[in-house]
Nanobody
Framework: QVQLVESGGGLVQPGGSLRLSCAASGFTFSNYAMSWYRQAPGKKRELVALITNNGGSTKYAESVKGRFTISRDNAKNTVYLQMNSLKPEDTAVYRC???????WGQGTQVTVSS
């Protein structure tokens, strides 16, 4: 049974930090690139970050470069998104995706507000 479970979201003040986790099971995690997407109400779903299967290469949306870092631990079947210097426009539901298989998690809410 394929499963992706996100955690780590919450309410944070502008300038604060959060670390999101996505725990994967039911497939060979190390064979696949992983990504984080976000979507706010009324907005298009946006690719935030991507990491290759072995962690050798990463990609980020221009809006988060220098602030967010994607990483993975294949021994733990987990991908992370470290989010620093958070802004109100980062508010969204964040979901992880297995690239190629298109398996999605249910998402975790991130709200950046004073």
């Amino acid at each position: 049974q394929v499963q992706l479970v996100e955690s780590g979201g919450g309410l944070v003040q502008p300038g604060g930090s959060l670390r999101l986790s996505c725990a994967a099971s039911g497939f060979t995690f190390s064979n696949y690139a992983m990504s984080w997407y976000r979507q706010a109400p009324g907005k298009k779903r946006e690719l935030v970050a991507l990491i290759t299967n072995n962690g050798g290469s990463t990609k980020y949306a221009e809006s988060v470069k220098g602030r967010f870092t994607i990483s993975r631990d294949n021994a733990k079947n987990t991908v992370y998104l470290q989010m620093n210097s958070l802004k109100p426009e980062d508010t969204a539901v964040y979901r992880c995706l297995t690239v190629g298989l298109s398996y999605w998690g249910q998402g975790t809410q991130v709200t950046v507000s004073s």
